[in-house]
């Protein structure tokens, strides 16, 4: 890859919008400077269907071969949030930029399309996904558990912040029996 | 007369999950066909102690603390990654002077690290006077460490907004004089892991991991550069005061003019970067601005600009093993909403895959510790051949892997 291919922020959220437009739900660009210089980092925030979260890690890749960096995951109540932190453009002195899509899906229905076959180092993140918060990847090639041991009670997901949730298995020592 | 047949059967070995030496219990599955693997399971989790879920009770500042108790080595990157994460939410100015304040310190730990794996390595492969000299070094910069910071590994240095100590004018001499000592002991690190003739017959073409593989594996951090992919967070982002220094993005073919991505260059990879962050050190301590080195002294009164805080961010910064990444969401409570945390091991999990596909049983070792995981010595292996079980301690484990770089010497 040359220097003159490398993406711009504005130049991946136009490509996204252009291709899948009203599936992009919001998509916003945030800049943080640093140092005495203030050099600057990108980062950009792209909500999408989740229906349309494959083909957008597809495009993303027809752009450039992203990293994945991680998955994170959040407990909306009604829905749960999947964040998935890509960067582009690294490589090359301060041109990263963070790209970091996130997908609703419904608690009622909590699923999401693998994306192992296109990027096969999803496979951790999606397994942990799978067992803290409840998540159904479809197409994953490991369905195992990976943090959370096989003795662990099924239908409580860590992360949940409801009925699901681990509170009933807490043991709050620092509360004094009467 | 009946002719007995021989049927070809492969064996499976379990290794792990208790590792004594280093934290991070990881448990081993093996496929074995003679004496080559020819097919790995990685089971992880036995030290999960819901660090993240702990979060939800603490505010911002004690978390500080526990990220800092995640692991022991990486005692700095975690809460730096933490702290960039909530002062881009909370729109956080970070005085010039901590920002280099804070690359010091990041570089500090970075070359302790190096150093500490160098002797876990060289340890692996039989070379115990290695790991002696290497950690008798390493011991300097703990030193040096505890002079700066108060403490040797457990620092409590990072503060939201800043740094919590200053090196004042005094301090320089000292330092100046410390960094000339590591530059000499560098270059004898360099002769004995580079010219030594055994560590490179145990080394090279051990353990590959193709630019292809490490890219599609999502690896990071020396292992992934060792391969010949240039991603280093403080050369592709600014943070801290990284992006006002010349860093240069550190591949093996710097030294060797081509990229194998085997251990041996994994080790290449390792020393560069500890004459870069010496250097780096260097650069930190002449360019440093004077000024504050915290944006807000009064914790009350951070406490409370925190507690207003509303968004998400994400904190990224180069550890010693690779890039660390933090998620943070507050919504406007004490506590932050979500705390994720990502080590770099995480990321480094699958490429012992194809890494260790091949190998023998003697260059587990050496290929396991090779990415520098938080693991690196393998305990106890059992072996169930035919339902009869076989159990090789972590001794004897260490043993064949001392009598395969013997056998190479001879």
């Known amino acids: ?50 229906k349309a979260f494959k083909d957008v890690v597809k495009h993303l890749i027809s752009l450039q071969y992203p990293h994945l960096a991680v998955a994170s995951g959040n407990d909306l109540g009604k829905t749960i949030e999947l964040i998935y932190h890509f960067t582009v453009n690294f490589g090359y002195n301060r041109k ?57 009670p099924k239908g409580v997901y860590p992360w949940r912040r409801d009925e699901t949730g681990p509170e009933k298995y807490y043991k709050n020592l620092h509360e004094v029996k009467k | 007369m009946s002719q007995t047949q021989t049927t070809k059967t492969t064996y499976h070995i379990p290794i792990g999950p208790i590792h004594p030496a280093l934290k991070e219990p990881v448990y081993f599955e093996f496929e074995i066909a003679g004496e080559k693997i020819v097919d790995v399971d990685v089971k992880l989790g036995h030290v999960h102690r819901a660090v993240e879920w702990a979060s939800r009770k603490r505010n911002p500042i004690q978390i500080l603390y526990l990220a800092e108790r995640i692991c022991g080595i990486c005692s700095y990157c975690h809460p730096a990654a933490f702290t960039l994460a909530v002062e881009k939410i909370a729109d956080i100015e970070v005085p ?17 690290s190096h150093l500490l794996w160098a002797g876990v390595a060289a340890h692996e492969i039989g070379f115990d ?11 300097k910069v703990l030193d040096l460490t505890e002079y700066l910071t108060g403490n040797r590994i457990t620092k409590g240095i990072m503060m939201i907004g800043g740094i919590r100590r200053d090196i004042t004018k005094d301090m320089l001499p000292r330092i100046k004089k410390d960094l000339e000592y590591y530059k000499e002991c560098y270059d004898k690190l360099g002769k004995v892991f580079l010219n030594d003739k055994t560590v490179k017959m145990r080394s090279q073409d051990a353990g590959i991991l193709t630019k292809d593989e490490a890219m599609k594996l999502c690896a990071v951090g020396p292992t992934t550069r060792a391969s010949g992919v240039k991603k280093d967070v403080r050369v592709d982002t600014s943070y801290f005061a990284y992006g006002d220094l010349d860093i240069e993005c550190i591949t093996p073919e710097v030294l060797t003019g081509e990229v194998n991505g085997d251990v041996y260059d994994r080790i290449i990879q390792r020393l560069l970067e500890v004459k870069q962050a010496i250097e780096l050190i260097e650069d930190c301590i002449d360019k440093m601005p004077s000024g504050d080195i915290v944006a807000e002294p009064k914790l009350a009164k951070l406490l409370n600009q925190l507690k207003k805080a509303n968004g998400e961010a994400i904190g990224i910064h180069e550890a010693p093993r690779g890039e660390v990444i933090h998620y943070v969401k507050m919504d406007g409570n004490e506590a932050p909403f979500t705390w994720k945390v990502r080590a770099p091991t995480y990321n480094n999990i699958l490429p012992w895959i194809p890494m260790l596909k091949g190998e023998q049983i003697a260059d587990i070792p050496i290929v396991a510790a090779s990415t520098d995981p938080c693991m690196s010595c393998t305990n106890r292996v059992g072996i169930v051949k035919d339902g009869r079980k076989y159990e090789l301690t972590k001794e004897q484990l260490h043993k064949l892997s001392i009598a395969k770089t013997r056998r190479l010497m001879k």
Request: proline share 4%; glycine share 4%.
């Open chain 2, 96 to 112: 010039e002077r901590a920002e280099y304040l804070r690359v010091i310190q990041g570089e500090l730990e970075r070359i302790t």
């Open chain 1, 1 to 50: 890859m040359s220097e003159d291919k490398l993406l711009t922020a504005e130049g991946i959220v136009k490509s996204f919008k252009d291709e899948f437009k009203t599936k992009i739900i919001d998509a916003q660009i945030k800049e943080h400077a640093a140092g005495t210089k203030k050099n600057s980092t990108t980062s950009i925030w792209m909500k999408v269907d989740s």
């Open chain 1, 96 to 152: 990263q930029i963070n790209l970091n899509i996130s997908v609703e899906v419904p608690k009622a229905k909590p699923e999401i399309q693998s994306i192992c076959d296109l990027i096969p180092g999803a496979l951790i993140t999606e397994r942990e996904k799978m067992e803290m918060l409840g998540v159904d990847i479809i197409g994953i090639p490991d369905k195992r558990r990976l943090f959370v041991p096989e003795d662990f």
């Open chain 2, 129 to 139: 006077t290695v790991l002696y000299l290497t950690w008798q070094i390493r011991e």
